[in-house]
């Protein structure tokens, strides 16, 4: 079954070379595809909180700043291989940084209005 126009010429397909048919997917855009999604693990976040635990351990005596910047360490560690406790890791990081500061804002209070920081 072919079909023919009224000269005798077989019906091409516009854009189709003579006696090809197009590729199939033929017109679907244009270019390369788009680049696969990026992972978005922890990476950035795990080495801010890394560099601000170590600040407040070494400024500030926070002590909670030691486990903090261990466990972001270890969430850069495992970033690309298991992202979700890696996520898990930097989080809890932070917590101890903010636990840690907290403590050391109550700290500072309490030796302040107590007179242990007059001259």
């Given amino acids: 079954m072919t079909q023919q126009d009224p ?11 003579y006696g090809e048919q197009p590729p199939p997917g033929y017109g679907y855009g244009y270019g390369y595809p788009p680049p ?3 992972s978005e693990g ?5 080495i801010v909180s890394l560099v601000l635990n170590l600040l407040g351990l070494v400024s500030c005596c926070n002590v909670l700043g030691l ?12 970033s690309n291989t298991d992202p979700g406790t890696a996520r898990t890791m ?15 804002i109550l700290l500072f209070l309490f030796l302040g209005l107590n007179g242990y920081l007059d001259d």
């Avoid at 010429?9 to 854009?15: A, D, H, K, L, V």
């Avoid at 930097?90 to 050391?104: E, T």
């Fill in 7 to 17: 000269s005798g010429y077989p019906y091409q397909p516009y854009g189709a070379p």
């Fill in 36 to 38: 696969p999604p990026r």
């Fill in 42 to 46: 922890p990476s950035a976040n795990a």
């Fill in 67 to 78: 486990p903090g910047a261990i466990l972001a360490g270890l969430a850069l560690s495992r």
């Fill in 90 to 104: 930097v989080m809890w990081s932070w917590i101890l940084f903010g636990l840690g500061f907290a403590l050391m």
